[in-house]
């Protein structure tokens, strides 16, 4: 596979797509409905390695799990490979692992969005890492990152996709060419990726994990399915009947699932649908003092080394206070005066 | 002496798109200036203009301009909050007509850099973000629609990186790459033309300056040559019916027309 597929493409696959060594970890994977709740440190440490492949639920900015991220920093967790699948502030965070004297948590990023907090700019310390040389890249898209998550959990190698094909982001992926035996047209496919763990914050969980989310789930359906280890963070945390009431919202079922956490307000300062807005004066906080260093290491320091977890870190920012200002603007939009950026 | 124009390159920009959106199509829009045009569309020209967002949102009612692609102003009070995959696939068989792209470089194919300025990839000048959802949205949308500041900086005769494919080297090389056939660019809106595509080379080609805008002026901010049409076009101006619904209802607050 990898010689034909060396002719299309030269980037580096990180995990191989092995269909049967994947069904024998699910096979393997404890599927009694347990509690699986408990504290985000111990649900990072029990289920977050050294050396694992890490995958971000949300969109970058919207629905993270900011608390998960925090803990993996806090443990000083190394060599990490991460998919960058529209990865804006939460890359931010893992990005403090690295040329901070911390070791080096990132050292291998699938890419399709990194860097970039979209319209809010370029993440200073994030170019810094990813300019360096230090971490090892490979390009996709958003869509064929998706499709990869997608194929995994399916159970198949690999899928097709009619883009991506023609520009040097296919020639520095790992992604391959096929003939179609039905068309005899060739076609790009790429690999299936099972991810060592997935990090999801979602709105309403039991306590066996199953998960509930509003607004758009953008790849967590595929992404829930995909990874071997799943730890969801939650804005609630519900009653199993509640669940049993309405089954057709439970977007990810208890088998997918290894830690709940109770995180009320877990995406701050990210965008959390029908909740709260994304804090963006905290946002250019972060994006400002990033352009130097030390300013960029105590700030770190106040808001997440020294910090015991993710509620200091929010009551540091203004705690509930912030968070009706951010629930008004959400709820809200047409009312609002912020100064918030806009660009492409 | 000129008289001041009585809006500015943006808006011209802005309107510009927006007029190039008919009725009852779908388009695929980020933030900022294309999503501005997309709404202006809606609330003048084109009522029935179906606005889809690349993380999954689809039909909102925007009470204001998202910050974030996937942030939950793409589906207030929408028709449906889907995947990303969802989206991308209604682009792959074919129901989106357009969406809108921008970029570091782009040359006179039409192709898009949003990835890296630099000769060595492994230690690039500058990283930029990637493709995120640009190439596969330049891939399997009809038409790709690119708003963009015009200097000999963006516009180049050779990108540093091909993020995103327009016609890559010429006729056929979209199909060749297996691309779907019958997409790729379509117009190019700067703050000192509208260009389109030439049918035969698949090379840019100016269609229409702005007012008190010279064909030198966009020959100097341009890297490579340029086509031209046979009889020159000037862009329209903005009615002041559709200047007063942007300025008043698409961007009151002036975030983007006042750049």
Redesign the interface.
């Known amino acids: 596979m990898s010689n034909e597929r060396s002719k299309a493409s030269s980037g580096p696959l990180f995990r191989e797509p092995d269909c049967d060594e994947a069904r024998a970890w699910f096979r393997s994977k404890p599927k009694e409905m347990t509690d699986k709740t408990m504290s985000v440190k111990e649900a990072v440490s029990r289920f977050v390695n050294d050396g694992d492949y890490l995958s971000p639920g949300g969109f970058g900015g919207d629905r993270i799990a900011t608390a998960v991220f925090h803990e993996i920093v806090r443990q000083k967790k190394q060599d990490l490979a991460f998919a960058g699948h529209t990865a804006t502030h939460d890359f931010q965070i893992l990005c403090a692992g690295n040329q901070t004297g911390r070791g080096q948590l990132l050292k291998q990023v699938d890419i399709a969005y990194i860097v970039g907090l979209e319209a809010r700019g370029l993440s200073p310390h994030a170019r810094r890492v990813v300019e360096s040389g230090e971490i090892e890249l490979c390009e996709w898209t958003n869509y064929t990152l998706s499709l990869r998550l997608q194929a995994a959990a399916m159970g198949v190698p690999f899928l097709p996709v009619r883009g991506f094909a023609g520009t040097d982001t296919f020639t520095r992926s790992a992604a391959g060419r096929v003939t179609c035996p039905y068309t005899q047209q060739d076609i790009s496919v790429v690999p299936a990726l099972w991810p060592d763990v997935a990090v999801i914050h979602v709105h309403d969980a039991d306590c066996y994990g199953n998960c509930r989310i509003r607004g758009t789930s953008v790849a967590d359906y595929y992404l829930a399915r995909a990874s071997k280890r799943l730890i969801v963070s939650c804005e609630k945390l519900i009653s199993n009947e509640e669940i049993r009431r309405d089954p057709t919202s439970t977007i990810i079922p208890f088998y997918c699932v290894d830690a709940v956490c109770h995180v009320p307000f877990g995406s701050y300062p990210g965008n959390m649908p029908y909740e709260y807005y994304s804090d963006e004066e905290h946002l250019r906080e972060w994006l400002s003092v990033e352009r130097e260093r030390a300013a960029h290491l105590s700030f770190l320091q106040r808001l997440i080394f020294d910090t015991q977890g993710f509620d200091e870190y929010f009551e540091l920012n203004g705690g509930k206070n912030r968070i009706e200002e951010l629930r008004r603007q959400e709820l809200q939009p047409e009312e609002e005066n912020d100064e918030i950026p806009h660009d492409e | 002496m000129t008289v001041a124009a009585p809006y500015t390159p943006m808006e011209l920009m802005i309107c510009a798109a927006a007029s190039t959106l008919e009725d009852g199509a779908m388009v695929v829009v ?5 999503c501005a045009a997309a709404m202006l569309a809606q609330k003048t020209t084109a009522p029935n203009l179906t606005l889809m967002f ?4 689809v039909g909102p009612l925007l ?3 998202p ?10 009070e929408g028709l449906m ?5 969802d989206i ?1 696939e209604t682009c ?1 068989r074919g129901m989106v007509d357009y969406t ?1 792209l ?1 970029g570091g470089q782009i040359d006179a194919y039409g ?1 898009l850099n949003s ?1 890296m300025i630099g000769k060595d ?16 949205l ?3 949308c009809w038409r790709v629609m690119v ?1 963009t500041p015009h200097d000999r900086r963006r516009f180049v005769k050779k990108l540093d ?5 327009g016609y ?1 080297d010429g006729p056929g ?2 199909e ?5 056939a019958g997409s790729g660019p379509h117009k190019v809106i700067t703050n000192l033309a509208v260009m389109g595509f030439d049918e035969e080379t698949k090379r840019m080609r100016v269609e229409s300056l702005h007012p008190d805008v010279d064909l030198e002026d966009v020959e100097a901010n341009t890297e490579f040559e340029l086509l031209q049409n046979a009889d020159m076009a000037i862009t329209a101006e903005p009615p002041p019916e559709q200047l007063e619904i942007l300025r008043r209802e698409v961007d009151p ?1 002036r ?2 027309i006042g750049r």
């Open positions: 980020g933030t900022g200036a294309p690349e993380a999954g949102g009470p204001r301009m910050i974030s692609v996937g942030d939950s102003r793409t589906f207030y909050a889907t995947s990303m995959s991308m792959q809108f921008g192709n990835t990839y492994q230690r690039p000048d500058v990283r930029f973000p990637g493709s995120g959802g640009a190439s596969d330049g891939s399997l708003l990186f091909m993020t995103t494919p890559i090389a979209r060749d790459a297996g691309l779907p607050h975030y983007i």
